[in-house]
């Protein structure tokens, strides 16, 4: 079965690093997301891409947090500088964005625990 | 902007029994699709069923069945003959449709429900 691929799986650091997560999205799918879930907050979308490019990010903190798609099979979000807030657990998940009635499809997700 | 409200925070179920998770959601929108995801303790999330708006029809997966009620907007999921594997948090998700404009393909998830089934 094709799979959304999220790297790290875990990623502990301190205050203040730069955190860089990864995302490999299905073959094929030309959309995709990331949310962060949290206790408090639950799930959230905090950006999303169509054919590489940028639809959504109003769901991210601008000042610390950008998301990018470098090529097709290669989604990053990045943390410069992190804070113990961010703690949460990050997904990706893809899609065929031309029928939104097809489900998105997630990683395994990154547990990003900021010290 | 939508909201969908699950209030049911934790519930448990004998196994081989029945057990009913509600969700509720609040929309503008009258084209959309529901759906539940489950996440096991593995921390996958999985899609277990989804149902589009403008069908009247209830959809079912093997154990799994919805009870769509549009007017009351309401998309309450059914579990039958309960696994253990089914110990699951629950989550129920809404999307507008493709041509709903800015939104489209976005996901937005109730808080979930934590279910246990138990032996």
């Known amino acids: 079965d094709a799979r959304v691929t999220q790297t790290p799986r875990h990623k502990v650091t301190e205050m203040g690093q730069e955190v860089t997560m990864r995302c490999q999205p299905i073959?094929?799918?030309?959309?995709v997301f990331w949310y962060r879930q949290t206790m408090m907050q639950g799930l959230e979308l905090l950006a999303y891409?169509?054919?590489?490019?940028?639809?959504?990010d109003s769901g991210m903190p601008k000042d610390r947090f950008s998301a990018e798609m470098p090529d097709a099979t290669l989604a990053t979000l990045k943390i410069q500088p992190s804070e113990p807030r961010d703690s949460a657990v990050y997904f990706c998940?893809?899609?065929?964005?031309?029928?939104?009635?097809?489900?998105?499809?997630f990683g395994d997700g990154t547990r990003l625990s900021i010290l | 902007a939508q909201t969908v409200t699950q209030s049911q925070p934790e519930m448990s179920v004998q196994e081989a029994e029945t057990v009913t998770l509600s969700c509720t959601y609040d929309t503008s929108e009258n084209n959309y699709y529901l759906f539940w995801y489950k996440q096991p303790p593995s921390r996958q999330m999985i899609l277990v069923i989804r149902?589009?708006?403008?069908?009247?029809q209830n959809a079912t997966e093997n154990r799994f069945s919805v009870n769509f009620q549009k007017a009351a907007k309401s998309f309450s999921l059914k579990i039958s003959d309960s696994q253990l594997g089914d110990t699951a948090m629950y989550f129920c998700a809404f999307m507008k449709h493709e041509n709903s404009g800015a939104g489209s393909y976005q996901l937005t998830f109730g808080k979930g429900t934590k279910l246990s089934v138990i032996p």
């Open positions: 149902q589009e708006a403008y069908k009247q």
């Open positions: 998940a893809s899609g065929q964005g031309e029928a939104s009635n097809q489900p998105q499809h």
């Open positions: 891409f169509r054919n590489r490019a940028p639809l959504d």
């Open positions: 073959l094929g799918h030309n959309t």
